[in-house]
């Protein structure tokens, strides 16, 4: 018998990103000084202030929105159902979309979003992003995440792109047996420049390590970023 995650239904809330929900590390109507923002996405039940604890140990070449999913999930929140059916990536593909519209609108307003940082199914949402389009963010950083498991017609545009990926994950992760970490681990070689930060000994987390991997990440990205 196996112990197999039990998953509550997911409700959609709505089509788009609640703008109101956003959690910004400048307050609304502030000027960041033309900074570049990175999204932040929230694993399953989770919320938009769960990875705000990040941001204080994150360069500060960048500005960090955290964004909320659009499912309720129990007293959360989510991006797609679980578990995932293959056959069926349409709740992902609407949050993508969702995503993608709230960066268009900041494009629109002179605002760059460059990169995101995504946990669990916000790792999985991140990839998505770049699946649909290989151009729509510099960078990503997916923790304890996973390509959707199927493939996309932008997957081919993806691998010639090949944006540069970190992937941290945990060793003793109960959602990832060994066949899955390879999986991953095989998709993000062949779709991305991955860098890995893998913790023999944590689970389905982020730990202090890991933090200080994301952080150089971001300062190399921030060290490669073009000089106006």
Do not use: C
């Not at 900074?35 to 769960?50: A, F, K, M, Q, T």
């Amino acid at each position: 018998m196996t112990n197999a995650p039990q998953y509550a239904p997911v409700e959609l809330i709505s089509p788009s990103i609640d703008d109101d929900a956003v959690v910004r590390a400048d307050p609304p109507g502030s000027t960041p000084g033309g900074r570049p923002v990175v999204i932040l996405l929230h694993g399953l039940g989770s919320h938009e202030e769960d990875l705000t604890g990040l941001v204080p140990f994150l360069p500060a070449h960048f500005t960090y929105a955290s964004l909320r999913g659009i499912y309720r999930y129990v007293q959360g929140y989510a991006w797609f159902e679980m578990p995932v059916n293959p056959e069926n990536p349409e709740a992902l593909q609407s949050s993508a979309a969702a995503v993608e519209t709230w960066i268009a609108d900041q494009v629109a307003q002179g605002v760059r979003v460059v990169g995101a940082i995504g946990f669990s199914q916000g790792g999985a949402l991140a990839l998505q992003l770049l699946r649909r389009d290989p151009h729509a963010l510099e960078w990503i950083v997916q923790l304890s995440g996973f390509p959707f498991p199927a493939p996309m017609p932008g997957d081919a545009a993806l691998a010639e792109v090949s944006p540069p990926a970190l992937w941290g994950h945990g060793g003793i992760d109960p959602h990832f047996g060994p066949e899955r970490e390879d999986a991953v681990r095989a998709f993000m070689r062949e779709h991305t420049r991955m860098e890995e930060e893998r913790r023999p000994h944590l689970g389905h987390a982020v730990d202090e390590v890991e933090l200080r991997a994301i952080a150089a990440f971001l300062q190399r990205r921030a060290e490669d970023a073009p000089k106006h």
